[in-house]
Nanobody, 124 residues
Framework: QVQLTESGGGSVQAGGSLTLSCRRNPYGFANVGWFRQVPGQEHEGVASIYTANGNTQYRDSVKGRFTISLNKVKKTIDLQMNNLKPEDTGMYYC???????????????????RGQGTQVTVSS
């Protein structure tokens, strides 16, 4: 069983920054990703990291603006979001497979463990 807990999020103006944190229990070696969803649309993968080696993947629209990283002090998976745009608005979920790498870490699956989500709202 894997438990994921998100923190961070909030409301900012376009161009602002936010940091999301995800605590995975147990920490383990697995892909941990941030996904976002807006009402009426499917989940889309934003960024993912493999905790065993730090390999990352990003959605094209966030490259250069978002950074996913392992915080070894807090034992969290953090998503630093800079230069936020209104289209970044959505409910952000931290999600993970059970263990090991995955072939498509930015692809949402109902089999992923996930947290309760945290809202990010970017106003223009």
């Amino acid at each position: 069983q894997v438990q994921l807990t998100e923190s961070g999020g909030g409301s900012v103006q376009a161009g602002g920054s936010l940091t999301l944190s995800c605590r995975r229990n147990p920490y383990g070696f697995a892909n941990v990703g941030w996904f976002r969803q807006v009402p009426g649309q499917e989940h889309e993968g934003v960024a993912s990291i493999y905790t065993a080696n730090g390999n990352t993947q990003y959605r094209d629209s966030v490259k250069g603006r978002f950074t996913i990283s392992l915080n070894k002090v807090k034992k969290t998976i953090d998503l630093q979001m800079n230069n936020l745009k209104p289209e970044d608005t959505g409910m952000y979920y931290c999600a993970s497979n059970l263990d090991g790498p995955t072939l498509a870490p930015l692809l949402w699956s109902a089999h992923l463990y996930r947290g309760q989500g945290t809202q990010v709202t970017v106003s223009s």
